[in-house]
């Protein structure tokens, strides 16, 4: 499944010249944040799905040059991510919520990105259930899908 990204140009902030002063617009806020919501609610949905069913679909969520940090253990590259996941015994996550937050274009030199926050709780194999935060830097690819960019993994005893 495919997850629509908003074209960079429709997507946070545009300056605009008026007789020599900068001026900030904003495109409708309201829009920017309910597509971003909406982008991040479908993006959670799949990621978690595929990751708790060992699913290659997780693997196809990262760019090439992704960077995971999973409980303080950094991990390069999307060939490195797929192979640190592996190790991974088998889990079951329930989201309790998501956060999310777009990155003005201004911030990101026109590349639409989205922050995107989440707590739930996990629980691997036959191990006691322990709630988790997970935080992705999600960019727009030219595909028009969402790439994970960042991935902030961490568990809370």
Do not use: C
């Amino acid at each position: 499944m495919e997850l629509s990204a908003t074209s960079p140009e429709n997507f946070g902030w545009e300056a605009a010249q008026e007789k020599n002063k900068h001026t900030w617009r904003i495109y409708d806020v309201k829009l920017l944040a309910d597509q971003a919501n909406e982008a991040a609610e479908k993006f959670v949905k799949i990621f978690y799905d595929s990751f708790d069913k060992k699913s290659s679909v997780a693997s196809k969520l990262y760019d090439e040059k992704a960077q995971l940090v999973w409980d303080g253990n950094a991990v390069s590259g999307k060939d490195g991510i797929v192979k640190f996941h592996e190790t991974l015994p088998s889990s079951f996550h329930t989201v309790d919520s998501i956060d999310t937050q777009q990155v003005a274009a201004f911030v990101t030199g026109g590349q639409s990105m989205i922050i995107v926050t989440v707590s739930g709780s996990v629980r691997f194999s036959k191990q006691k259930l322990k709630s988790f935060t997970q935080v992705f830097l999600l960019m727009a690819a030219q595909t028009g899908s969402w790439k994970i960019v960042s991935d902030t993994y961490r568990l809370r005893e």
